[in-house]
Protein backbone atom coordinates (compact mmCIF):
# COMPACT_ATOMS: atom_id res chain seq x y z
CA UNK A 1 0.00 0.00 0.00
CA UNK A 2 2.65 2.32 0.58
CA UNK A 3 3.55 2.32 -2.98
CA UNK A 4 0.24 4.20 -3.93
CA UNK A 5 1.80 7.25 -2.20
CA UNK A 6 4.13 8.56 -4.85
CA UNK A 7 1.13 7.66 -7.16
CA UNK A 8 -1.77 9.74 -5.47
CA UNK A 9 1.49 12.00 -4.83
CA UNK A 10 1.87 12.46 -8.49
CA UNK A 11 -2.32 12.89 -9.08
CA UNK A 12 -2.65 15.73 -6.82
CA UNK A 13 0.20 17.89 -8.87
CA UNK A 14 -1.80 16.93 -12.00
CA UNK A 15 -4.62 18.81 -9.85
CA UNK A 16 -2.28 21.27 -9.17
CA UNK A 17 -0.69 21.99 -12.55
CA UNK A 18 -4.22 22.16 -14.76
CA UNK A 19 -5.87 24.58 -12.06
CA UNK A 20 -2.58 26.57 -11.89
CA UNK A 21 -2.82 26.71 -15.86
CA UNK A 22 -6.52 28.33 -15.46
CA UNK A 23 -5.03 31.07 -13.33
CA UNK A 24 -2.29 32.10 -15.10
CA UNK A 25 -4.50 32.73 -17.94
CA UNK A 26 -6.17 35.21 -15.83
CA UNK A 27 -3.11 37.39 -13.93
CA UNK A 28 0.44 36.71 -13.61
CA UNK A 29 2.00 33.32 -12.69
CA UNK A 30 4.09 35.57 -10.08
CA UNK A 31 0.72 36.03 -8.30
CA UNK A 32 0.40 31.67 -8.71
CA UNK A 33 3.58 31.33 -7.06
CA UNK A 34 2.96 33.50 -4.04
CA UNK A 35 -0.77 32.48 -3.41
CA UNK A 36 0.57 28.42 -3.60
CA UNK A 37 3.24 28.76 -1.25
CA UNK A 38 2.05 31.35 1.12
CA UNK A 39 -1.54 28.27 1.01
CA UNK A 40 1.21 25.48 2.26
CA UNK A 41 2.29 26.53 6.14
CA UNK A 42 -1.15 27.06 7.15
CA UNK A 43 -1.57 23.80 6.06
CA UNK A 44 1.08 21.70 6.84
CA UNK A 45 1.18 23.46 10.90
CA UNK A 46 -2.26 22.19 11.39
CA UNK A 47 -1.16 18.45 10.46
CA UNK A 48 2.04 18.75 12.71
CA UNK A 49 0.00 20.01 15.45
CA UNK A 50 -2.76 17.57 14.69
CA UNK A 51 -0.16 14.73 14.71
CA UNK A 52 2.38 15.72 17.31
CA UNK A 53 5.59 16.73 14.73
CA UNK A 54 5.14 20.23 16.05
CA UNK A 55 7.21 18.87 19.27
CA UNK A 56 9.57 17.60 17.25
CA UNK A 57 11.21 21.10 16.09
CA UNK A 58 13.96 21.17 18.55
CA UNK A 59 15.19 17.96 17.83
CA UNK A 60 15.58 18.31 14.31
CA UNK A 61 20.10 19.08 13.82
CA UNK A 62 21.29 21.96 12.36
CA UNK A 63 21.81 20.44 9.21
CA UNK A 64 18.26 18.78 8.95
CA UNK A 65 17.26 22.59 8.98
CA UNK A 66 19.46 23.89 6.19
CA UNK A 67 18.49 20.96 3.98
CA UNK A 68 14.95 21.23 4.21
CA UNK A 69 15.20 25.17 4.20
CA UNK A 70 17.04 24.57 1.36
CA UNK A 71 14.64 22.35 -0.73
CA UNK A 72 11.95 24.54 -0.13
CA UNK A 73 13.63 27.21 -1.42
CA UNK A 74 15.01 26.18 -4.37
CA UNK A 75 11.84 23.98 -5.22
CA UNK A 76 8.41 26.46 -4.27
CA UNK A 77 10.27 29.98 -4.80
CA UNK A 78 12.61 29.09 -7.62
CA UNK A 79 11.86 26.21 -9.11
CA UNK A 80 7.48 26.78 -9.42
CA UNK A 81 8.14 30.64 -10.50
CA UNK A 82 10.10 29.09 -13.81
CA UNK A 83 7.27 26.51 -13.99
CA UNK A 84 4.07 28.63 -13.69
CA UNK A 85 5.95 30.88 -15.88
CA UNK A 86 6.44 27.91 -18.78
CA UNK A 87 2.87 26.87 -18.12
CA UNK A 88 1.65 30.52 -19.53
CA UNK A 89 3.67 30.72 -22.50
CA UNK A 90 3.41 26.52 -23.18
CA UNK A 91 0.60 24.84 -21.23
CA UNK A 92 0.22 22.84 -18.49
CA UNK A 93 0.78 19.33 -20.28
CA UNK A 94 4.23 20.46 -22.07
CA UNK A 95 5.50 22.04 -18.88
CA UNK A 96 4.68 19.74 -16.62
CA UNK A 97 6.65 16.77 -19.28
CA UNK A 98 9.50 19.36 -18.99
CA UNK A 99 9.81 18.36 -15.40
CA UNK A 100 10.00 15.14 -16.16
CA UNK A 101 13.72 15.99 -17.95
CA UNK A 102 14.65 16.34 -14.50
CA UNK A 103 15.81 12.45 -13.36
CA UNK A 104 17.81 12.94 -16.43
CA UNK A 105 19.59 16.14 -15.17
CA UNK A 106 20.22 14.39 -11.76
CA UNK A 107 21.99 11.53 -13.73
CA UNK A 108 24.33 13.72 -15.95
CA UNK A 109 24.84 15.50 -12.64
CA UNK A 110 25.84 12.26 -10.85
CA UNK A 111 28.13 10.90 -13.42
CA UNK A 112 29.70 14.08 -14.14
CA UNK A 113 30.25 14.77 -10.44
CA UNK A 114 30.52 11.52 -8.53
CA UNK A 115 32.11 9.21 -11.49
CA UNK A 116 28.66 6.75 -11.53
CA UNK A 117 28.73 4.68 -14.12
CA UNK A 118 26.47 4.52 -17.12
CA UNK A 119 24.27 1.53 -17.26
CA UNK A 120 21.29 0.84 -20.19
CA UNK A 121 18.99 1.78 -18.83
CA UNK A 122 20.42 5.52 -18.70
CA UNK A 123 21.68 5.55 -22.21
CA UNK A 124 17.84 4.43 -23.21
CA UNK A 125 16.22 6.43 -20.89
CA UNK A 126 18.12 9.61 -22.15
CA UNK A 127 16.92 8.79 -25.81
CA UNK A 128 13.59 8.58 -25.06
CA UNK A 129 13.35 11.89 -23.09
CA UNK A 130 15.54 13.82 -25.46
CA UNK A 131 13.38 12.60 -28.42
CA UNK A 132 9.70 12.94 -26.13
CA UNK A 133 11.25 16.59 -25.52
CA UNK A 134 11.66 17.02 -29.27
CA UNK A 135 7.95 15.97 -30.06
CA UNK A 136 6.59 17.97 -27.85
CA UNK A 137 9.01 21.21 -29.39
CA UNK A 138 7.24 20.31 -32.85
CA UNK A 139 3.88 20.60 -31.68
CA UNK A 140 1.76 23.47 -33.70
CA UNK A 141 -1.11 23.52 -31.93
CA UNK A 142 -3.11 26.66 -30.35
CA UNK A 143 -5.89 25.51 -28.40
CA UNK A 144 -8.59 28.14 -27.65
CA UNK A 145 -6.58 30.76 -29.60
CA UNK A 146 -4.41 30.87 -26.74
CA UNK A 147 -1.86 34.46 -28.11
CA UNK A 148 1.35 32.27 -26.57
CA UNK A 149 1.14 28.84 -28.62
CA UNK A 150 0.88 30.58 -31.73
CA UNK A 151 4.31 32.25 -31.22
CA UNK A 152 7.08 29.85 -31.73
CA UNK A 153 9.21 32.61 -29.98
CA UNK A 154 7.12 32.56 -26.77
CA UNK A 155 6.73 28.40 -27.03
CA UNK A 156 11.09 28.68 -27.30
CA UNK A 157 11.00 30.62 -24.26
CA UNK A 158 8.14 28.32 -22.54
CA UNK A 159 10.43 25.29 -23.14
CA UNK A 160 13.75 27.03 -21.99
CA UNK A 161 11.78 28.26 -18.59
CA UNK A 162 10.74 25.11 -18.42
CA UNK A 163 13.92 23.10 -18.55
CA UNK A 164 15.29 25.62 -15.87
CA UNK A 165 12.30 24.46 -13.54
CA UNK A 166 13.54 20.65 -14.07
CA UNK A 167 17.16 21.77 -13.15
CA UNK A 168 16.10 23.37 -9.93
CA UNK A 169 13.48 19.76 -9.12
CA UNK A 170 16.53 17.66 -10.01
CA UNK A 171 18.07 18.46 -6.65
CA UNK A 172 15.66 18.87 -4.17
CA UNK A 173 14.76 14.95 -3.79
CA UNK A 174 18.19 14.19 -2.69
CA UNK A 175 18.21 17.24 -0.23
CA UNK A 176 14.81 15.87 0.92
CA UNK A 177 16.25 12.16 1.41
CA UNK A 178 18.84 13.45 3.13
CA UNK A 179 16.73 15.28 5.85
CA UNK A 180 14.25 12.81 5.80
CA UNK A 181 16.95 10.03 6.56
CA UNK A 182 17.57 12.38 9.63
CA UNK A 183 14.37 12.71 10.86
CA UNK A 184 11.15 10.93 9.88
CA UNK A 185 8.78 12.96 9.68
CA UNK A 186 7.23 14.18 6.51
CA UNK A 187 4.50 16.83 8.11
CA UNK A 188 7.40 19.03 9.80
CA UNK A 189 9.44 18.55 6.80
CA UNK A 190 6.97 19.54 4.73
CA UNK A 191 6.40 22.41 7.05
CA UNK A 192 9.79 23.73 7.53
CA UNK A 193 10.57 23.84 3.67
CA UNK A 194 7.39 25.34 3.10
CA UNK A 195 7.93 28.07 5.45
CA UNK A 196 11.38 28.78 4.48
CA UNK A 197 9.96 29.62 0.67
CA UNK A 198 6.88 31.52 1.91
CA UNK A 199 9.56 33.49 3.81
CA UNK A 200 11.48 34.48 0.76
CA UNK A 201 8.68 35.03 -1.34
CA UNK A 202 6.65 37.10 1.31
CA UNK A 203 9.65 39.46 1.68
CA UNK A 204 8.44 40.43 -2.36
CA UNK A 205 5.13 41.93 -0.68
CA UNK A 206 7.36 44.65 0.83
CA UNK A 207 7.83 45.99 -3.10
CA UNK A 208 4.67 48.18 -4.45
CA UNK A 209 4.77 45.47 -7.98
CA UNK A 210 3.95 42.63 -6.12
CA UNK A 211 1.66 43.91 -3.51
CA UNK A 212 -0.31 45.69 -6.63
CA UNK A 213 -0.68 42.46 -8.47
CA UNK A 214 -1.97 40.62 -6.06
CA UNK A 215 -4.21 43.03 -4.77
CA UNK A 216 -5.53 43.62 -8.60
CA UNK A 217 -5.66 40.33 -9.48
CA UNK A 218 -9.49 39.10 -10.54
CA UNK A 219 -11.18 36.85 -8.14
CA UNK A 220 -11.08 33.92 -9.78
CA UNK A 221 -7.51 33.59 -10.62
CA UNK A 222 -7.46 33.92 -6.75
CA UNK A 223 -9.84 30.88 -6.53
CA UNK A 224 -7.97 28.41 -9.09
CA UNK A 225 -4.55 29.59 -7.74
CA UNK A 226 -5.91 28.53 -3.91
CA UNK A 227 -6.91 25.23 -5.50
CA UNK A 228 -3.48 24.84 -6.91
CA UNK A 229 -2.05 25.37 -3.73
CA UNK A 230 -4.15 22.93 -1.67
CA UNK A 231 -3.34 20.18 -4.12
CA UNK A 232 0.06 20.91 -4.41
CA UNK A 233 0.18 21.00 -0.44
CA UNK A 234 -1.38 17.68 -0.28
CA UNK A 235 0.90 16.39 -3.51
CA UNK A 236 4.19 17.51 -1.66
CA UNK A 237 2.99 15.85 1.85
CA UNK A 238 2.20 12.44 0.33
CA UNK A 239 5.99 13.14 -1.61
CA UNK A 240 7.67 13.67 1.44
CA UNK A 241 5.51 10.91 3.15
CA UNK A 242 7.12 8.32 0.58
CA UNK A 243 10.76 9.18 0.78
CA UNK A 244 10.47 9.18 4.14
CA UNK A 245 9.30 5.40 4.02
CA UNK A 246 10.34 4.11 0.49
CA UNK A 247 13.67 4.23 -1.94
CA UNK A 248 14.10 7.12 -3.84
CA UNK A 249 14.56 4.73 -6.83
CA UNK A 250 10.83 3.56 -6.71
CA UNK A 251 9.44 6.91 -5.55
CA UNK A 252 10.72 9.54 -8.28
CA UNK A 253 9.89 6.69 -11.12
CA UNK A 254 6.43 6.60 -9.97
CA UNK A 255 6.45 10.41 -9.15
CA UNK A 256 7.26 10.93 -13.20
CA UNK A 257 3.93 9.69 -14.04
CA UNK A 258 2.23 12.99 -13.17
CA UNK A 259 2.61 13.99 -16.99
CA UNK A 260 -0.14 11.20 -17.79
CA UNK A 261 -2.40 12.20 -14.86
CA UNK A 262 -2.14 15.96 -16.16
CA UNK A 263 -2.86 15.20 -19.65
CA UNK A 264 -5.44 13.34 -18.45
CA UNK A 265 -7.35 15.67 -16.15
CA UNK A 266 -6.24 18.28 -18.96
CA UNK A 267 -8.21 16.84 -21.53
CA UNK A 268 -11.10 16.87 -19.14
CA UNK A 269 -11.45 20.39 -17.62
CA UNK A 270 -8.51 22.52 -20.08
CA UNK A 271 -9.42 21.02 -23.44
CA UNK A 272 -9.69 24.97 -24.89
CA UNK A 273 -6.51 25.97 -23.26
CA UNK A 274 -4.14 22.72 -24.03
CA UNK A 275 -2.61 20.95 -26.89
CA UNK A 276 -3.45 18.11 -27.29
CA UNK A 277 -2.01 17.04 -30.65
CA UNK A 278 -0.41 13.35 -31.36
CA UNK A 279 2.86 15.59 -30.91
CA UNK A 280 2.13 16.62 -27.50
CA UNK A 281 0.91 12.94 -26.64
CA UNK A 282 3.11 11.38 -27.74
CA UNK A 283 5.74 13.40 -26.38
CA UNK A 284 4.04 12.96 -22.58
CA UNK A 285 4.31 9.16 -23.06
CA UNK A 286 8.36 8.83 -24.18
CA UNK A 287 9.23 11.25 -21.33
CA UNK A 288 7.63 8.88 -18.88
CA UNK A 289 9.04 6.06 -20.22
CA UNK A 290 12.39 7.46 -20.23
CA UNK A 291 12.58 9.04 -16.95
CA UNK A 292 11.12 5.70 -15.60
CA UNK A 293 13.92 3.60 -17.23
CA UNK A 294 16.59 5.86 -15.62
CA UNK A 295 16.02 4.17 -12.88
CA UNK A 296 16.14 0.45 -14.32
Avoid at 175 to 191: C, D, E, I, R, Y
Wanted: aromatic content about 8%.
Amino acid sequence: MLFLLPVLSSMAFGVNMNLARRGTLLTSPSVGVLITVLVAPPFFLLLALANGDLGRVGQLAPATWLLLAGAGILHFSVGRSFNFHAIRLIGASRAVTLSGTSPLITMVFAIAVFGERVTPGIVAGSGLIVLGAGLMARTSGNPGGVPTLADPSLVRRGFALGLVAALCWAITPLLVKGAMMQTNAPVLGSLVSYTAAALVLGSSLASAGPRHNLLNSPPRAVQWFLGAGVASSVAQLLRYWALAVIPVTIVEPLNRTTPLFTLGLGFLINRKVESFDRNTIMGVMLVVVGAVTLFL
